[in-house]
């Protein structure tokens, strides 16, 4: 395997050693393809303790803090379709660094493709899913972001460091099962927030408060709930989500589109589309799954519900195509797969009805709520006794707004802490958010007095 590090003098592409001040290690950079393009969502984590781990922002940007005890260990890059990338913490001390992946692909000669191919290759993925992902309780520690937009302008940013409790995968035991919330718990560790810009009208503050759309977990707007892949048990709706399951097979079209590698290991990478039946209808599937061929472990999926071309949609986030996008990672850790990284992208349900009927009377779109979500999972716990630690009563099984949520804000928490390094977040999203004070003077301000 061949490893290509650039040393390059970038302001964001640094390793710094903080040992006497912070007892940790901090190491940020940048990772490109060989022609020099930004990667998003490269898996980074330590080659010692696969449990440990984070992920370039969608800029290939990273920022990694690791006990100086990792001063021994090593960084792993993985990324589908790429070559490995190690490099020893210790040999780039005080330099400037920017990761290359080299890509790789594998010859389709190893099974004979037809029609059916596809769909058996999927199947067999869900069906072994009992087998691959974790059985047995254990958490994911991570961090969790939420950003809301009223069409164009960024209105509200909530981070939180997210503690989720997962009893195991059991396989639905019916078909429109949806996940029950007893499958997952929730422990908020800390939260920092921004000002909430938003302009509701008061039906939308009453339903908000009544019940949370967005969030962590408990509707077909949070974020857990779009794990097509762990909770193929859900119902079928291209306007909320896919689970793969057998209306997903019913209304998409799979192909096999190629080999390529992962972990230097064989993945089928099987497209999704419309069926030609469906070609006419408003909403269009569109994605890949990447399915390990040693084990059938499903690795990632990613997915959009598109707007038929010809057609128009209020929901459709602005400047794209797409209802919702959804990127969805497993990695192994000790033989079996954990979630590792989980983001969405897509439209609320709520609308202020007074903006937009305004809007629509001088032919325009506005009153509509969109809203991005990410979870990146920074450790991986097994371990029974840390596993029955976490108590009972400080976990949340039902959808709340986090945003509402009393929380003191803890500054070093967040400066050792490994938050994916998402500054800018989009293009115009922190100019929006900022647009009467800086962040960190936000993140103060909401916080609460202790």
């Known amino acids: 395997m061949r490893i290509s590090i650039v040393f390059v003098l970038l302001l964001l592409s640094t390793i710094t050693q903080l040992r006497a001040q912070f007892g940790f290690v901090q190491v940020k950079g940048r990772v490109v393809d060989e022609e020099g393009l930004s990667l998003p969502y490269v898996n980074i984590s330590l080659k ?152 509701l009208d008061w039906e939308q503050s009453i339903m908000n408060y009544i019940k949370p759309r967005n969030g962590l977990y408990g509707s077909i707007e949070s974020l857990f709930f779009n794990d097509y892949i762990r ?74 519900t598109r707007v038929n071309p010809r057609a128009t949609s209020d929901f459709s986030v602005p400047d794209e195509r797409f209802l919702h996008k959804t990127i969805i990672k497993y990695r192994e850790y000790h033989g079996k797969m954990y979630l590792s990284l989980l983001y969405r992208k897509s439209f609320r349900f709520s609308v202020n009805s007074a903006k937009s009927r305004k809007a629509r009377a001088a032919g325009k779109r506005d009153g509509h709520l969109f809203y991005e979500l990410l979870f990146v999972t920074n450790e991986i716990i097994t371990e029974k006794d840390k596993v029955s630690a976490f108590k009972r009563k400080e976990r949340i099984t039902k959808n709340i707004d986090l945003y509402s949520a009393t929380w003191n804000y803890n500054e070093a928490f967040w400066k050792n802490y490994n938050a994916v390094n998402e500054r800018p977040l989009a293009p115009n999203a922190k100019k929006d958010i900022e647009r009467e004070s800086a962040l960190d003077e936000q993140f103060k301000k909401n916080g609460s007095n202790p």
Request: hydrophobic share 35%; proline share 3%.
């Open 231 to 304: 909770n193929n048990g859900a119902y079928y709706n291209l306007l909320m989500n896919a689970p793969i399951n057998e209306d997903f097979f019913k209304h998409s079209l799979l192909t096999v589109d190629s080999m390529i590698n992962y972990e230097n290991e064989p993945v089928w990478c099987i497209g999704i589309q419309h069926q030609p039946s469906i070609a006419s209808g408003q909403l269009l599937p569109y994605g890949t799954i990447y399915i390990r061929s040693r084990d059938y472990a499903i690795i990632q999926m990613t997915f959009e």
């Open 48 to 199: 010692e303790d696969r449990s440990i781990g984070t992920y370039s922002n969608s800029l290939g940007e990273f920022e990694i803090h690791l006990s100086t005890s990792a001063n021994t260990d090593s960084l792993v890059f993985s990324s589908i379709g790429y070559e490995n990338t190690v490099i020893g913490i210790g040999s780039v001390q005080s330099s400037a660094i920017s990761i290359i992946l080299k890509s790789k692909a594998y010859i389709l000669n190893e099974v004979v493709i037809t029609p059916d191919t596809a769909t058996a290759i999927v199947k067999r993925g869900i069906d072994l899913l009992r087998k691959n992902l974790a059985s047995e309780n254990n958490i994911l520690q991570g961090f969790y972001r939420e950003v809301i937009r009223s069409n164009n302008t960024y209105d509200r940013l909530i981070e939180a460091a997210v503690d989720v409790f997962d009893k195991g995968y059991t396989t639905p035991k019916k078909e429109h099962d949806a996940t029950k919330d007893h499958d997952l718990e929730f422990k908020i560790r800390e939260i920092r927030k921004s000002n909430d810009y938003q302009d």
